[in-house]
């Protein structure tokens, strides 16, 4: 461009300058007044305007997905201050035409927008938020850090000078607190004269630069007609700063401008830490993204390796990843064998093999050597794209006690208003000299922004938290009643166990030796989708031989010719029907079943030749997870099972569970669930089958596997990632703590505002004073949130645990 080479800082904004210059535009680069990455407002909309450069598909193809009638953008909002900035760009889309859906984040100030594009162009959609005074971008981690880095940088700008202008005001004030300001005769001495013009210049400086952001909320609040937290912080700024102008004209009465200068620093300090928070939960859910290469190694079909951005990978493309890089997209190994960190996906820290054939996702990591991954699934519709869609959903649905505060939050700015009308009005009749200083004192010393943090910065980072565990919530409305459960049901094959026989004894008779009884048995099972010939093919991977005049006998097992030799494979009395099994056999029999073992046998017609015992290993962490609950406040623990009474009962002996019941139906499951709610009992179900669909859905609050059905998982509102059990004892205790730190910071916000706002009206809290209230309630709502960071750290998975290999994605469409 202009005869010079230009570097990008990412594919999207590549994509941006060529649609620019191959619309002819180019001298757009030549005008334009800032090259910040940031967009201002009046320029954004602009070039939407002109270019529409966010409707062309090649920008799109990295940040919407969609398909039919519908699009879908996840979008970075810039100037919002409060969760009611975030109302309002909800409110304003709705009502535009062709907008199907939207839902807003307050953590990451996300906004996730659904679209008809026949009716409406995504322009069009960032063009109406810009309307209101804020400016939206297609979401990227990246980018939101940038965009982070520079607010923060340029509230530090502001603080220090808020600071370093405040200097002399609050020597000022010091002085005449000191020295006292009327003259003998009633009059103020000329330094106090000088000394007030001088801080009321340093604290209009103050307002205008510092507080900028109050004043230019406030004026989008009115325009937008709602009462947002910023205008009754801008009223009492602006009534203590030309009360004080008064007073200085007129060289009688007090000054607040130490007041002024002492809220902006204060209030600067606790939206940082606040922003901080916020940051720190909206990171641990950009995880997955940020580990997403933006380049990769593709192979040419003549043989060559090209560098090729990642959004220009398709489904059939073959790469390159070497040792140390992290996967781009989905996709199975088609060359070579490596181990691969899962640990940001799973939340388990010991690595994975893969070889030829197994699949491996996008965010995880090659460990060991270089290997060639066709690629499956890219973008948004990979397996770490799905993991965050469905972290933004579970945070779409928020607790109970969010959505009272937020709706008590939007009626306290304008009880607020009333009170210090009200307040103004006694104090003028009663005694006027008090009538300002305490409306003043009313209008700051309240914290809305307290009310309206209490809930979304615990909420966000309590996802953060268990997307590190591996825990995927679906349903945030869930939290309550993870946390509040007393009674724990779970089922057995599937879930207490992994659901996948594995051969744990071989006993052979006759002639038969070990390595031929194994070459049978998965001769006859590889054909078999049954979990048993699954199990039993596994014996002989390079193929146990052919089989001719091959048949099912559904429910019995399988009978086929090899070698010219007729053979049986199934239940004891289907293989062996007709022939008398001697005391020893028996007697074998009968142990492996007491051990919990399924018992197949291998015949010929004549004489049995082979008894595999086949056994679903439990999932580990059972033990540890039981004994979490019960400390957790759990009364009891039960297997609910289809399996039979015995099986179910020794896995509960085995595990700690306190009672099991066996051989039920999804009907009677589901009738064991509801007799437990009507004696008052909260239900936590975990579940992962398709008969378990029913009791997930009717249970307080379900959990569920991601090797679930998605019938299992689409009625859950929590999916593990994990292989183990025990983290589901990390999220219990994480939900503990997240109820108990948001019902703190209710109750500490409510407690606030209804002693400080009285306290403030009759006269017992100055300006100042005032001042240090609100922004340590601020404070203190966001420090007690993030102490969430330290609430139910992972445990660490044994070496020998691993996650069966996955051939499509784990988790449901959302």
């Known amino acids: 461009m202009f005869g010079k080479e230009r570097r990008f800082c990412c594919p999207g904004c590549r994509e941006v300058c060529r649609t620019i210059v191959e619309a002819g535009l180019e001298d757009y680069y030549r005008h334009r007044i800032s090259t910040a990455a940031r967009a201002d407002p009046e320029v954004v909309p602009d070039i939407l305007e002109k270019l529409t450069l966010y409707d062309h598909p090649d920008i799109q193809k990295s940040f919407v997905r969609g398909q039919g009638g519908w699009r879908e953008a996840s979008l970075i909002l810039e100037h919002v201050r409060c969760a009611a900035c975030l109302w309002l760009n909800e409110q304003h889309l709705r009502r535009l035409d062709g907008v199907l859906a939207v839902e807003m984040d307050y953590a990451s100030e996300r906004a996730r927008v659904r679209w008809d594009p026949g009716r409406v162009a995504l322009s069009r959609i960032l063009r109406a938020i810009a309307d209101i005074g804020y400016v939206a971008y297609p979401y990227d981690p990246t980018h939101r850090e940038q965009l982070l880095k520079d607010r923060k940088r340029r509230d530090a700008h502001r603080l220090i000078f808020a600071i370093a202008a405040g200097m002399p005001v609050m020597q000022f004030s010091l002085a005449s607190y000191i020295m006292g300001a009327p003259g003998p005769d009633g009059g103020l001495p000329l330094w106090v004269i000088i000394g007030r013009w001088t801080v009321l210049l340093a604290a209009g400086a103050i307002l205008l630069y510092s507080g900028m952001d109050f004043l230019a909320g406030a004026w989008r609040d009115i325009r937008n007609r709602r009462l947002g937290m910023d205008i009754p912080i801008v009223i009492g700024l602006l009534t203590a700063f030309f009360g004080s102008l008064v007073a200085t004209v007129r060289q009688q009465g007090e000054v607040y401008v130490d007041s002024i200068t002492m809220f902006v620093i204060f209030v600067l300090l606790a939206r940082m830490f606040e922003i901080r928070g916020r940051v720190t ?414 009791t997930l859905a009717a249970s307080d609050v379900s959990v569920s596997f991601a090797g679930a059905t998605d019938l299992a998982q689409l009625n859950s509102d929590f999916i593990v990632l994990a292989r183990g059990l025990e983290v589901i004892g990390a999220a219990r205790r994480l939900a503990r703590g997240t109820r108990r730190i948001i019902l703190q910071n209710l109750l500490w916000a409510g407690a606030y505002n209804l002693l400080a706002v009285p306290a403030a009206a009759m006269g017992y809290v100055p300006p100042w004073a005032a001042a240090i209230g609100m922004s340590v309630s601020s404070l203190i709502v966001v420090a007690n949130a993030l102490r969430l960071r330290r609430t139910a750290k992972a445990g660490t998975v044994p070496a020998g645990d691993r996650i069966p290999s996955q051939s499509s994605s784990p988790l449901p469409s959302s």
């Open 281 to 694: 939960a909206a990171n641990a859910m950009d995880r997955l993204a940020r580990v997403i290469p933006q380049t990769t190694r593709r192979l040419s079909p003549g043989g060559g390796e090209e560098e090729v951005p990642v959004i220009e990978l398709r489904p059939g493309d073959r790469l390159h990843i070497l040792p140390g890089e992290s996967l781009p997209a989905d996709g199975v190994v088609v060359e070579g064998c490596s181990t691969f960190d899962e640990s940001l996906l799973t939340g388990e820290a010991t690595p994975v093999e893969k070889g030829v054939g197994q699949a491996v996702t996008a965010g995880t990591c090659n460990v060991e050597q270089l290997v060639t991954v066709e690629v499956t699934r890219v973008g948004v519709e990979s397996t770490a794209g799905e993991v965050r869609r469905l972290l933004d959903r579970g945070l779409r649905s928020r607790p109970r006690y969010a959505i009272l505060a937020e709706r008590a939050a939007e009626w306290f700015v304008a009880l607020v208003l009333a009170i210090a009308l009200a307040t103004a009005g006694v104090w003028y009749w009663y005694e006027p000299a008090e009538a300002l200083p305490n409306t003043i004192a009313v209008l700051i010393v309240t914290c809305p922004c307290a009310l309206a943090l209490a809930t979304p910065v615990a909420v966000a980072v309590a996802a953060g938290r268990f997307a590190e565990l591996g825990v995927v919530p679906l349903r945030m409305t869930g939290l309550e009643a993870l946390a509040a459960a007393d009674l724990a049901a779970f089922d057995k094959t599937g879930t207490l166990t992994f659901g996948t026989l594995t051969v744990t004894g071989i006993h052979t008779f006759g002639d038969l030796n070990r390595a031929g009884a194994e070459r049978i048995a998965a001769a006859l099972g590889q054909a078999s989708e049954h979990p048993v010939g699954r199990a039993l093919g596994g014996l002989a991977p390079r193929g146990g031989g052919k089989v001719s005049d091959r048949h099912n006998v559904p429910g019995a097992g399988v009978m086929g010719t090899i070698d010219g030799r007729r053979w049986r494979l199934g239940k004891p009395g289907f293989a062996v029907a007709g022939v008398e099994l001697d005391r020893e056999t028996r007697g074998l029999v009968r142990r492996l079943q007491d051990q919990g073992a399924m018992v197949v046998a291998l015949a010929d017609g004549r004489c049995l030749a082979a008894l595999f015992a086949l056994q679903d290993a439990p999932r580990p962490g059972g033990a540890a997870l039981m004994a979490a609950l019960r400390a957790s406040g759990i009364a009891r623990t039960v297997i609910l099972s289809g399996d039979t009474a015995p099986n179910a009962e020794r896995l509960a002996r085995d595990l700690g569970i306190d009672e099991a019941h066996g051989d039920l139906s999804p009907a009677e499951k589901l009738d064991w669930i509801k007799a437990r709610q009507r004696d008052g009992r909260r239900v936590m179900m975990v579940g992962d089958g398709i008969n378990d669909a029913p």
